[in-house]
C-alpha cells in the first residue's frame, strides 16, 4: 500500500515551523516556538515531565490495549482482525502522536522516537493507495456513524476530523524530527481531499460536521508552502451555513448560518472552539477580515454571557453544547476538558491577531483552572467534564470508551511553552509567567529571556534579559494579569468584590520602579539592554471574593474565592466530609495554610465559614466551622467527595447537611444516598434538575435506603418522592415498600402503619405510623418493578 512519494518544493525553516506562525504572511504577533523555550524548575516543570514520561506512554498503552493501534495495522494488512472502537478514535492516536512529537523537540528521545516510527509505520500502511484513511472504513466497519460509502454520511463520519489531526500530527512530527514519514502520509491524504471537494464543478460541496481539519490544513500549509490546503481549509470555513449548496447540519455543528452572520456561540463547544480557532488561522494567513470581525464577535458572546468561572465552556450535557446566555450551573456543569482546550487554542489566536493581553487573561484563566482540573497530579487520570461542585460520585478515570480529553491534554501541554513568550518586530512579549528561558529573534538582534518565578503560587516574578549584544534597543512587554487589577476577565460576567488596581503591580528595572502605563494590558519597557540587566514583577495576591452578573441565577447570592489566577473550592476530604453545606459569609476572614496533595505542596486558605445543619423538621441552622479552601485544578485527588466553588453567602441558600446518616443497599456512582435527606423537594417526579438517590443499573431486584440518627427519634410518619425517568430511562415506581426498624434483638421487624403503603407519581406518598415509633435507625424496603430501576427524590420524616 506504500505510495510513491509526492515531491515537494519545502521551504521548511526547522526551529520556525513547530510554532503557529511561519508562514510569509501570518499572524502580526508571532508566538516563540516551544522548542525555543525551555521550562525551568517551578509549577510547570513536574507537570511537563509527568507528561513526557507518563501521560505520553499511559496514553498509548490505552490505544494499544484497546485496538486504536491495531486499527491501523489491520486496515493496512500488516496484522488480520476486525476495526474495534469508534471509527473517530484514529484521532485518538494522532494526537498523541502530535503531544509526542512535541517532548522530543525539548527532550531527544530515542525509545520514543523509534516508537513513533513504528506507529507512523501501521498509518503509512493503513492509507489506501489514493490517500483515503480512515481505518474503519478501509476495514469494512460500517454503521450509522460512517454511513455506506466515503463521505456519505460527513455530518456524523468524522472523516474529516480524524485526518485533521493527522495533519496536526504530521507538521508536528516533521517540525520536530525532520521525518518525512507522516507529513507524506498527510500529503497524499490531503491531495485527495484537494481533489475530492471544492468549488469545481465535480467536486463535492460538503463540509465535516466535527470541525477540526480547518486548523490541520492551515498547519499543513505552513509546513509546505502548498496553498491549495489553505484554500482548501477557507472552502471548508465557507461551506458551513451555505444551505444553498448543502444540506446543513444544524447549529449543534455550528452549520445554521454562514460563518461570518454567526453572532452567538452555539452547539457542540469543542467543534465551535476548533472552528473559530480555524478562522483565526485563515483569517490570518489570508488577510480575509470578514472572519475577523465574526470571531471578535462570537468572542464577545462567550466572555461575557457563556464562560464558567474555571475558563469551561459547554455548559450542557446535552450535545456537549453551549446553553442560553448566562446558563452557567454548577454541579450539572459539563464543561469537557477538550473544551477548555479548544478555549485556550482559540484565544491564543486571538491574541496573535489583535496583541491584546485580555485573551491572555482567558486563555491563563482555563490553564490554571478548567484545563488543569482534567488531569491528575499523577498524570493517568482525567477528567471529561469539568463540574464546578460535586455531590460526592464523581472523580477521574483511567480512560474513556470515547477517550478525546486525555489524548488532547498530552499534545496541549507543550504548548504551554509556546505560550509564555511572543514577539512583534524588536517588541517582546511576556504573557504567562512561568519559570523559563527562552531564545528569541528579534529586529533588533537576538536576546535570551529568563524567567524565576513560583507563580501562580506568588506573584513575584524576576526577568533577566540578556542580549547577544550589549546595548541592544527593544521593548519588553510584560503583561498585566487582569485579575491583578480588578478585571478577572474581559467583560462584566464576573466581578471582584473588592476590586484590584494597578496600586496591586509593581514593577522595577534594576530595581528602578517603572511607571505603569497599560496598552492593551501590557506595560512596555523601552531600553538598549544589556547582560544583567533584570525587571522584577510583584503582583500582590489577596484573596479575592468573585461575584457573578446579576443574570447568572445558579450564582445568585453566591460567592466565588480567587487567589492570584487560580480559582479555589471547598472539597469533602479537608472539611469532615462535607462541602456542599459549607456557607461564606461577605466578611469571612481568610488565612493562607499548606496543603499536601500527594505529596505536592499547595496553598491553602483557611476561611471563618459556617456549616448550615438541617434537623428532622427541616429547621437550619449554621454552626461555625473553619473551611479550608484548595485550588479548583487539585480537587479530587483524595477520593470522590463533594466539592464546591460558588459559596452561598447566607443559610437559604446552602445545601444543609443533615443530621441523618443515610446508607443504602446500592446507589449509582453519580447519585448520592444523602440525596433523598437534602429537603430539597422536587416539581415532579421526573425532575432531573435535583439530586437523587437510585439503585441503577439493578433492576427487579429487593433493595433499601436506611437512616441512622445521632440519638433516637421519635417519629409519626413518613413521606417519599419516588423517582420515575419514564421517556428518559429505565427509573419506574416501585412495585410496593415497607419500613422496618430493628427489634430488641436487633432482627428487622415492620412498622405497624395505618392503611396501606401509597406507590403514586409526582406526589410525595405519605404514611402515618399506626403509633409514634421512637427508634435510631428507620429502613425503608423496596421491590423493584421486574426489569426496571427505581429510586428515591426525598424521604421525608415527620417527627413528632
Ligand atoms: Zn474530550
Known amino acids: ?117 513504528g506507529v507512523i509505520a501501521k498509518m503509512a500502511a493503513a492509507q489506501e493507495p489514493d490517500g483515503y484513511l480512515y481505518t474503519a472504513r478501509t476495514l469494512g466497519f460500517i454503521n450509522g456513524m460512517t454511513g455506506k460509502e466515503r463521505w456519505s454520511n460527513m455530518g456524523s463520519s468524522h472523516e474529516l476530523y480524524n485526518i485533521g489531526h493527522l495533519y496536526e500530527a504530521a507538521a508536528a512530527h516533521h517540525a520536530v524530527t525532520g521525518k518525512r514519514t507522516l507529513l507524506d502520509v498527510a500529503c497524499k491524504s ?49 461551506m458551513r451555513g451555505r444551505k444553498d449548496l448543502r444540506k446543513l447540519y444544524g447549529s449543534y455543528n455550528q452549520d445554521h448560518l454562514p460563518v461570518v452572520e454567526q453572532t452567538e456561540a452555539v452547539g457542540h463547544a469543542v467543534r465551535a472552539g476548533y472552528l ?35 475558563g469551561g465552556i459547554g455548559a450542557r450535557h446535552q450535545g456537549e453544547a453551549f446553553g442560553e446566555n448566562y446558563e452557567l450551573p454548577n454541579e450539572s456543569a459539563y464543561l469537557e476538558t477538550c473544551a477548555a482546550i479548544a478555549n485556550a487554542l482559540w484565544n491564543q489566536r486571538m491574541f496573535l491577531l ?15 483552572n478548567g484545563f488543569l482540573s482534567g488531569i491528575a497530579i499523577t498524570g493517568d487520570e482525567f477528567f471529561y467534564p469539568n463540574p464546578l461542585a460535586s455531590s460526592g460520585g464523581y472523580k477521574r478515570s483511567k480512560w474513556f470508551g470515547c477517550s478525546c480529553c486525555p489524548v488532547n491534554i498530552v499534545r496541549f501541554i507543550p504548548q504551554l511553552a509556546e505560550f509564555t513568550y511572543a514577539q512583534r518586530d524588536a517588541a517582546v512579549y511576556v504573557n504567562l509567567y512561568v519559570a523559563s528561558s527562552a531564545k528569541l529573534k528579534t529586529s533588533a538582534g537576538d536576546v535570551t529571556v529568563t524567567q524565576k518565578t513560583d507563580y501562580p503560587w506568588s506573584g513575584n516574578v524576576r526577568i533577566a534579559v540578556a542580549p547577544a549584544k550589549d546595548g541592544t534597543p527593544f521593548s519588553l512587554k510584560l503583561r498585566i494579569p487582569g485579575w491583578a487589577i480588578g478585571k478577572p476577565v474581559p467583560s462584566d ?64 447570592g453566591r460567592l466565588a474565592v480567587e487567589r492570584g489566577p487560580l480559582v ?27 496543603v499536601a496533595v500527594l505529596g505536592h505542596s499547595l496553598v491553602s486558605l483557611q476561611a471563618t465559614a459556617q456549616s448550615v445543619v438541617a434537623d428532622l423538621r427541616g429547621t437550619r441552622t449554621a454552626q461555625p466551622v473553619t473551611a479550608t479552601l ?21 443559610p437559604e441558600s446552602a445545601v444543609p447537611r443533615s443530621n441523618i446518616k443515610a446508607s443504602a443497599s446500592h446507589c449509582w456512582e453519580l447519585d448520592s444516598v444523602h440525596a433523598a435527606c437534602d429537603g430539597t423537594l422536587p416539581k415532579n417526579s421526573g425532575d432531573h434538575s435535583v439530586k437523587r438517590m437510585t439503585w441503577w443499573p439493578r433492576r427487579g431486584s429487593a433493595e433499601w435506603i436506611q437512616y441512622e ?44 402503619v395505618s392503611g396501606a403503603y401509597p406507590v403514586a407519581k409526582d406526589t410525595l406518598c405519605e404514611i402515618a405510623f399506626a403509633t409514634p415509633v421512637t427508634t435510631r435507625v428507620l429502613r425503608l424496603n423496596v421491590q423493584l418493578q421486574p426489569n426496571v430501576s427505581g429510586g428515591v427524590l426525598e424521604w421525608k420524616l415527620q417527627p413528632q
Open 1 to 117: 500500500m506504500k505510495s510513491t512519494l509526492l515531491t515537494r518544493s519545502l521551504t521548511l525553516a526547522l526551529a520556525a515551523t513547530v510554532g503557529l506562525a511561519s508562514a510569509a504572511s501570518d499572524y502580526p504577533y508571532r508566538p516563540v516556538p516551544l522548542n525555543q523555550v525551555s521550562v525551568l524548575e517551578g509549577f510547570w516543570l513536574p507537570r511537563f515531565e509527568t507528561n513526557r514520561l507518563v501521560t505520553v506512554w499511559a496514553d498509548f498503552k490505552k490505544s494499544e490495549e484497546t485496538g486504536r493501534i491495531s486499527n491501523f495495522a489491520r486496515a493496512g494488512k500488516l496484522e488480520d482482525g476486525p476495526f474495534k472502537g469508534i471509527p473517530f478514535d484514529d484521532s485518538d492516536v494522532f494526537k498523541i502522536v502530535e503531544g509526542a512529537a512535541y517532548t522530543l523537540a525539548t527532550h531527544p528521545d530515542p525509545t520514543l522516537d523509534a516508537y513513533l516510527d
Open 568 to 594: 479555589y473550592c471547598a472539597e469533602a476530604a479537608d472539611n469532615a466530609g462535607h462541602a456542599l453545606s459549607l456557607m461564606l459569609p461577605a466578611d469571612a476572614a481568610f488565612a493562607e495554610g499548606t
Open 190 to 238: 490531503a491531495d485527495l481531499i484537494d481533489r475530492t471537494f471544492g468549488p469545481g464543478e465535480s467536486q463535492r460541496k460538503g463540509t465535516s460536521g466535527h470541525e477540526e481539519i480547518e486548523i490541520g490544513l492551515c498547519k499543513l500549509y505552513r509546513a509546505t508552502g502548498e496553498k491549495r490546503y489553505l484554500d482548501l481549509a477557507k472552502f471548508f470555513i465557507d
Open 354 to 368: 489583535h496583541g491584546d493581553a485580555k485573551y491572555i487573561d482567558v486563555l491563563e484563566r482555563i490553564v490554571y
Open 493 to 556: 460576567l464576573y466581578t471582584q468584590a473588592r476590586p484590584g488596581s494597578l496600586k496591586d503591580v509593581a514593577i522595577a528595572v534594576n530595581g528602578a520602579p517603572v511607571p505603569l502605563t497599560l496598552e492593551k494590558g501590557y506595560v512596555t519597557i523601552n531600553r538598549a539592554w544589556r547582560g544583567g540587566d533584570a525587571v522584577t514583577l510583584a503582583f500582590a495576591m489577596p484573596v479575592r471574593r468573585i461575584q457573578a452578573h446579576p443574570e447568572v441565577k445558579d450564582n445568585a
Open 276 to 310: 473559530y480557532a480555524g478562522m483565526a488561522d485563515v483569517a490570518a494567513l489570508t488577510g480575509d477580515t470578514s472572519y475577523i470581525a465574526a470571531i471578535d464577535r462570537l468572542w464577545e458572546n462567550v466572555v461575557s454571557k457563556k464562560l464558567h468561572l474555571n
Open 709 to 752: 440518627f445521632a440519638a433516637p427519634e421519635t417519629l409519626k410518619g413518613c413521606a417519599v418522592y419516588w423517582f420515575d425517568d419514564t421517556g428518559k430511562g429505565s427509573c419506574r415506581l416501585p412495585a410496593s415498600w415497607k419500613l422496618q426498624t430493628p427489634d430488641a434483638s436487633g432482627n428487622w421487624a415492620d412498622v405497624p
Open 630 to 650: 484548595i485550588p479548583y485544578f487539585a480537587w479530587c485527588h483524595r477520593g470522590a467527595g463533594e466539592m464546591q466553588v460558588w459559596f452561598p453567602a447566607s
